[in-house]
């Protein structure tokens, strides 16, 4: 089995940008799937990847947001998107979990549970801290580089503008 993990905010929808720096939507009501993610995700899972979310979401820690809020933006994608799985990381840095990216726990325990070969499948992040979890975990590495002012990532396999260029670039490699 071959997966694509996909950090959810700014991959899969649109993050909330403010000075630059990306985040969350507050609920909802604010969320938007960004353009050509359903028919990035269809292609996908023609070529048969699992689709799997890697989603850090920390203000659920910090108390800024409820994790029913959390909960209901991921359980909206992932029926409306026909995404196998979301896995979330609602720590904080301090609490120096396994499942918080950049540390790859959540995409080794898809792994375990969907017997994923991690060497044939790809991690797409907008942040190096998906890259990293992606290296980390021995995934082939998608970095959708919209210009944040943040720590950039040092190592990536490819650099995209979309969901939907990362998925002609994933499914061009397919190699089965």
């Known amino acids: 089995m071959k997966a694509v993990f ?4 700014g991959v899969i929808n649109k993050a909330v940008v403010k000075d630059q720096k990306p985040y969350p939507p507050a609920n ?8 050509g993610v359903a028919l990035a995700l269809k292609n ?7 689709l799997i979310v890697v989603t850090n979401q920390p203000d659920v820690a910090r108390g800024t947001v409820k994790l029913e ?3 209901e933006i991921n359980l909206f994608l992932q029926r409306e998107l026909s995404i196998d799985d979301v ?3 609602y720590h ?3 609490d120096n979990c396994d499942c918080r990216k950049p540390k790859p726990g959540a995409i080794f325990a898809a792994a375990k549970k969907y017997n994923i070969d991690l060497g044939n499948s790809f991690m797409v992040g907008d942040r190096w801290r998906d890259v990293d979890a992606g290296i980390s975990a ?3 590495t998608i970095f959708l580089d919209y210009g944040y002012d943040e720590k950039q990532p040092v190592h990536v396999d ?4 979309s969901l939907y260029e990362a998925s002609q670039i994933i499914t061009g490699d397919n190699n089965e």
């Open 92 to 94: 904080d840095n301090s």
């Open 158 to 161: 490819y650099r995209v503008q």
């Open 28 to 35: 909802l009501s604010e969320l938007e799937v960004l353009p």
């Open 69 to 71: 809020t959390v909960e």
């Open 44 to 50: 996908l899972r023609e070529c048969g990847y699992k």
């Open 6 to 9: 996909l950090d959810r905010d």
């Open 87 to 89: 896995l979330c990381c």
């Open 138 to 140: 021995g995934c082939k």
